[in-house]
């Protein structure tokens, strides 16, 4: 088949999203498929057997000045530029709406050349979308789990007015609810996503199909010289993410029995101003350390130094910190927010469950496996196994192919 993939963020460094469509290209490309990756900055890298085609975004949203290149000085006034400076001026995140706009003349060309049997698109669902489907060809879309999450989040912790009017503009999910319901096909990467995809959406759950995400063991697994540092946490992702959880995990480390050092890797996380308060709060800055963006070996090698990693999410579509660690034999203590429990597995087994938003819990957990050394390396061995037999980029593709050809054979029969 000749598959076109899009996303508004296509680098894997930018999120689950880029991993998403780094792994589900190559291994197409390994399957025999001709794949297309049409991105937004900060781009995919080069890729062997991957054709990737570029749109421009001038990424307003995140800037508070320097709007103007030298070398293009007037591009604010073009008409997508100015509608998108300005929502970004208003509060917006006008970045998904803008790439699908910008995305319809440049597959139209590609399309021209290639003639594609199906675009899939990421996560991005923007109005675009239905010149797009103007084309003729098969389109779906896979929706790691939907925004109205992340916008609930928001909402459980104090804020002004002002601040949850932001939150309030922020989240396309108007936009998101009308386009979903009018893609060939939804993917998603859990049950529970699908649940909550058709309660926040209305997308028929017949319209649902369910592929897991799949984990890169020959890149994490555990390295056996490592040397384990005694009492060690690490948490890793968006600590600026409400929906992360960090706050209770923060709380956690200044109630636990046993004094415990957290690594936090947040990937640089921009405008890091709200854990720093929490962390002070708690009484614990000689407890916790920042790592910064860090290179995916280093990674690999803080799993295999820690003894505990811990997913303490209110929500999560899949998880893939929590299947990382677990692909490194690290017990994972996780809460049961979202699909998580369907990542981590059975209690006590492949994992450590606790309820979300408790700390209590939390801090429990993190004592008794820092106190029972049998359990984690029991834990952390099965928690491998597991990864090992579920979740593998191979069977996600093998599956998403089967997705195509029934939305392909769908199609040509009307």
Known sequence: MKICLLSYRGNPYCGGQGIYIMYLARELVKMGHEVHVLVGPPYIQEMDGVKIHYVTNHNYFNKKNDFIKPHKPFATLQPLNMYEFVASKLG??????????????????????????????????????LLIKSLGIPFISTIHHPLTIDRSTWFEYPSDFGIKMKRVLYYPLVMQKFVSNRMDKIITVSHDSAVEINKAFKVPLDKIRVVYNGMDSSIFYPIPSAKKKKNSVIFVGNVEDRKKGITYLLKAISMTKNRVNLTIVDGGAPN?????????????????????????????????????????????????????????????????????????????????????????????????????????TRIGKAARKRVLGMFTWETAAAQMVNEYEEAINAYRRF
């Open 92 to 129: 917006k995140f006008p970045e998904i709406e803008a790439f699908s706009l910008r995305a319809f003349p440049k597959l139209k060309e590609l399309h021209a050349k290639y003639n594609f049997d199906i675009i899939h698109d990421n996560q991005c669902l923007g109005l675009g979308f």
């Open 272 to 376: 890091r101003n709200y854990v720093p308060h929490w962390i002070t709060k708690f009484g614990i800055n000689d407890q916790v350390s920042f790592t910064g963006k860090i290179p995916i070996e280093r990674l690999i090698e803080l799993y295999s130094e820690t003894e505990i990693a811990v997913a303490p999410s209110l929500y999560e579509g899949f998880g893939f910190p929590a299947a990382e660690a677990m692909a490194c034999e690290l017990p994972v203590i996780s809460s049961t927010g979202g699909a998580l429990p369907e990542v981590v597995g059975d209690h006590l087994k492949t994992g450590y469950l606790v309820a979300p938003r408790d700390s209590a819990a939390l801090a429990a957990g993190i004592d008794y496996l820092i106190e029972n050394p049998e359990a984690r």
